[in-house]
């Protein structure tokens, strides 16, 4: 038998989701890792959603700096996930953006 082709095996990987992918993994964290875990996941869900609404909208992230009056460097950290914006931050990012902040219960995990 030949070897699978390295396209074929791209796509495989490509396939699973992040949640498939580390599922195991997170088996292994102790409870304090796993609160950290979804500290860090809860920032990077924010960042995409700030990121995708930006392009959404067709704005830069000087366009974007423009109509909130926050500093372009820190709309790039906030959507890199780097920073931590406050509240009052994201409600301007969001009122820029035409959309608004929500509490969303979670699903049991």
Do not use: C, H, K
């Amino acid at each position: 038998m030949g070897r699978t082709p390295y396209w074929v095996l791209e796509e495989m990987m490509m396939s699973r989701s992040y949640e498939d992918a580390t599922v195991e993994r997170r088996s292994r964290l102790s409870g304090a890792a796993q609160a950290q875990q979804a500290v860090f996941e809860r920032v990077y869900s924010i960042a995409g959603q700030v990121t995708a609404l930006r392009e959404r909208r067709g704005l830069t992230q000087g366009d974007l700096a423009e109509r909130t009056g926050i500093n372009q460097g820190d709309i790039s950290r906030i959507e890199r996930g780097s920073a931590n914006p406050t509240e009052r931050t994201l409600a301007r990012i969001g009122d820029a953006l035409g959309a608004e902040l929500r509490f969303v219960e979670r699903s049991p995990s």
